[in-house]
Each structure stands twice: as structure tokens, then as C-alpha cells.
């Protein structure tokens, strides 16, 4: 029978269970993140107790610590992160409180065609700041920067929140990324689709980004960017491009001028290639009585033998394809393909941000006020891309491409204490994070 009696309890009220998450705030203070949040964020009153960093700071050692919401901050975290003396640990109340005061008021749209009213959330402030932090962090080192945009739908029970086409209530945010990093955010409510006025999203993102001095080369995106106006404001602001195109009737025919295919296998499965010259949206410009700005792509086409033996309503035979046009011409066609896919690791990025950094769990029912929370935790999602690459390097345990809950279990969670021998502050580690030597 199992049995306790040899147990010896011994209290330390300045042992904390997450030891490593100082190598973390030591780490930010190297980069001077607290003086970056302090210079650009809103002034605070002179008897504020609490400046930017310390808010911000203890919201991000949520995460870092294995939280997913700000009641965690008191419950759980407060009384093991206020040993250390990186920041001052505010309530719950008054982290949500700050960012409540970082939002900015919803603005209301209506489309071209159609009757629906679009709620979007701009945040120009914060969006920059965390352009400013990405810098400080060294990202954009590389010359070429391929920018991945797309929209993923946050359900929830938020009282403002509105029906998506998914038939849940929800928000619908557009977020660029430049790697692994989140370069923008925009909230729009759960009735806005993808495609929606998309045009004016992105043109508000690359004047934010050329305002940083961040050149966009290449843009990757889905058939949501597919449309005239979005092409346009994209080739005026990228070299290049690769979108996937919608089907439709003009598509069709260019697929029966294709008379070249060069089969291929992949993933056991015979697939053809072919490619030609494709000028979209020629009718729709003449329609609307405008010129057709637009360059004329390469269009690199797959068509895959459907299982099912259905046929293609537009191409009236048993193939499924699927378009994607570029200005790219030294590629091959299934490096045309490949480059395209890898969007699909941005894509993996919005699980990342649902499920360890707290897109899941919105604080409050106002949309302007999420979009802040948003944005902050897609900052502290770029701050532990930074930290994870960095200390992959110097611990021998880590490697860069671990999720933070394996960053936890291995570097975060290390009883640990500051101690203070001849007068200076130390930190005594209980236990091995494996430096390398």
C-alpha cells in the first residue's frame, strides 16, 4: 500500500515552479522589448503603478508559462511570477483594463454589390508597434520577404459576434504573415467572408508595411485574392505573385487551350501539368468600363482524375483542377506547385495561435477590444519564435521547431529562486536545462 509518512514538506515562499521563463524576461530586456512598449504605447498617468511593460510582460508569461486567459495571471501565475524581478504583477482587472484602453472604435462597410453591413477593426498603433518588435528581434534580415495572407474563422459566443457562412457565430480576422511571423491583423466580423473587401484590407497592409520600410516580393494566397481589385492593389505592391484561381467559365475555356500535359506522381496519385498565358477578369473590366491594368500571368494548371467519376460542370469531363497564376518564369511547373503549398504552413500557424496563444479564449463580448487581444498575442506569439530559435542554439534540449508546450515541460518548468549574495541578486536553479558547452 502506497504511503506518505516518510514525506517532508518544506515550504519556500520564494521558489518558483517556472525558473526558466527569467531566461525569457532577461532575454526581452537584452532586446529592450519593456523600452519599446513603454516609448510607443499610449502615455499612462503619473500615479500608475503599472507601466506598459510590466502589463505586458506578465500578459505574455501567460503563455509562457502554460496559461490560455488573463484570469490565469491571479489564479494560478501571480504568486509564483512576483519573485522575479524582471516586472510588477498587476491583477487580471487591470491587464484587461489596459488593453480595453489600446482599442480603436469599429468602422462599418457595405460592398459594391450586395446588402450586408461589414464591421472591421483597424489598429494602425499596434500593428506598427509590432512591426517595431519584429524588428528589434532582427527578423526581416532577409532581402526577400514573401508575405502569406488569409482569414480564419475564431468561433465564439460573443455577444457582438454575428453568423459566419459556417452557420456558427464568429469572427473572421485577416492576418499576413511573413514567415512564421504575424505581420498584420485585422478583425472583421463573423457575416465578412474572406473575399469581402478585400482589396481595401490589403492595400491598408502594404501601406503600413511600406510606411515600416518593409518590402513585400512575393504574395501567396488561396482563391479568396482572386478578383480584380485585389490583383490590382497586389501587383502594385509585390514582384510577384502566386494565387490560386477560382473556377469559372473563362478559366474553362483557357484549360481547353492547354494541349501539352506532362503527367506526374505524387503521393500515389497520377496527376497531369500543364500551363499557359491567362489575362483574368477581361469581361468584368470591359463590363465595368474600366481598362484592365492587370499583367498577363503564367497560369501553371493540375488536373487530377476525380474518384468519384463526376463530372466537371465547367469542363465537362471527370478531372478536378486546380490554377495557379504567377509571374514566376524560371520555375517548372511542380516547383510552381510546391513553392504555393508551403502557404500551408502559415495555415498551421492559425492553430498555433487558437491553441497556445489564446485566440481560443477572447476576453471580452466587444470586437474592437479582441482585436487588441488579438494583436498582443500575436505578438507574443513572434517574441517565442524569436526566444525558441535563439535558445535552440545555446540548450541542447530545445530544438526550433517545438511548440510551447514541449518549450515548457523542457526549459520553463525548473524550480528556481533569486537569491542575494554579496549584494547582488542571483538565480539559483534547482535542476539541469542542459546548456550547451
Not at 522589448?33 to 500615479?47: A, F, H, K, M, S
Not at 497592409?205 to 488561396?222: G, P, W
Request: hydrophobic share 35%.
Amino acid at each position: 500500500m502506497f504511503t506518505i509518512n516518510a514525506m517532508k514538506l518544506i515550504n519556500s515562499y520564494h521558489l518558483t515552479p517556472f525558473g526558466g521563463l527569467n531566461f525569457v524576461l532577461a532575454e526581452l530586456n537584452n532586446l529592450k522589448i519593456g523600452q519599446l512598449l513603454n516609448n510607443n504605447l499610449p502615455e499612462l498617468p503619473l500615479q500608475s503603478k503599472y507601466d506598459w511593460k510590466d502589463i505586458l510582460y506578465s500578459f505574455w508569461s501567460i503563455f509562457f508559462c502554460g496559461g490560455d486567459c488573463i484570469e490565469d495571471l491571479s489564479g494560478n501565475f501571480q504568486s509564483n511570477l512576483k519573485t522575479m524581478p524582471f516586472m510588477r504583477i498587476p491583477s487580471p482587472d487591470r491587464v484587461l483594463e489596459r488593453i480595453k484602453e489600446l482599442s480603436q472604435p469599429s468602422e462599418f462597410f457595405k460592398a459594391p454589390r450586395g446588402i450586408s453591413t461589414h464591421e472591421f477593426c483597424f489598429n494602425d498603433e499596434l500593428n506598427t508597434l509590432n512591426i517595431k518588435l519584429l524588428k528589434q528581434q532582427n527578423t526581416f534580415k532577409n532581402k526577400k520577404n514573401v508575405l502569406d495572407y488569409d482569414n480564419t474563422l475564431i468561433f465564439n459566443n460573443k455577444k457582438d459576434a454575428k453568423t459566419c457562412y459556417k452557420q456558427g457565430k464568429a469572427y473572421c480576422p485577416g492576418v499576413g504573415f511573413i514567415g512564421k511571423n504575424v505581420v498584420y491583423i485585422e478583425n472583421r466580423n463573423g457575416n465578412s467572408g474572406a473575399k469581402d473587401l478585400q482589396s481595401s484590407t490589403l492595400k491598408r497592409m502594404f501601406e503600413l508595411l511600406r510606411k515600416e520600410d518593409i518590402h513585400v516580393d512575393i504574395f501567396r494566397a488561396d482563391s479568396a485574392s482572386f478578383d480584380l481589385d485585389t490583383l490590382g492593389i497586389i501587383c502594385k505592391n509585390c514582384s510577384n505573385v502566386f494565387i490560386k484561381v477560382r473556377m469559372s467559365e473563362t478559366f474553362a475555356q483557357t484549360i481547353s487551350e492547354v494541349k501539352e500535359w506532362e503527367e506526374i506522381k505524387s503521393s500515389g496519385e497520377v496527376e497531369f501539368l500543364g500551363e499557359t498565358t491567362y489575362l483574368p477578369f477581361t469581361l468584368i473590366a470591359r463590363r465595368k468600363k474600366r481598362e484592365n491594368k492587370l499583367p498577363m500571368f503564367r497560369l501553371v494548371i493540375k488536373k487530377t482524375l476525380r474518384r468519384d467519376g463526376q463530372y466537371n460542370l465547367f469542363t465537362a469531363d471527370a478531372f478536378e483542377y486546380t490554377g495557379i497564376i504567377t509571374l514566376e518564369n524560371e520555375m517548372n511547373k511542380k516547383e510552381v506547385f510546391d513553392f504555393y503549398n508551403q502557404r500551408g504552413a502559415a495555415e498551421k500557424e492559425f492553430d498555433v495561435l487558437k491553441n497556445d496563444f489564446g485566440w481560443k479564449k477572447l476576453p471580452t463580448s466587444n470586437i474592437a477590444h479582441n482585436n487588441v487581444y488579438l494583436i498582443l498575442t500575436a505578438m507574443c506569439r513572434n517574441i517565442y519564435e524569436h526566444i525558441i530559435r535563439a535558445f535552440s542554439i545555446k540548450f541542447k534540449n530545445l530544438k526550433s521547431n517545438f511548440r510551447i508546450k514541449k518549450f515548457i515541460f523542457r526549459f520553463i518548468s525548473v524550480p528556481a529562486k533569486w537569491i542575494k549574495t554579496g549584494r547582488t541578486k542571483k538565480l539559483k536553479i534547482y535542476g539541469n536545462i542542459y546548456f550547451r558547452t
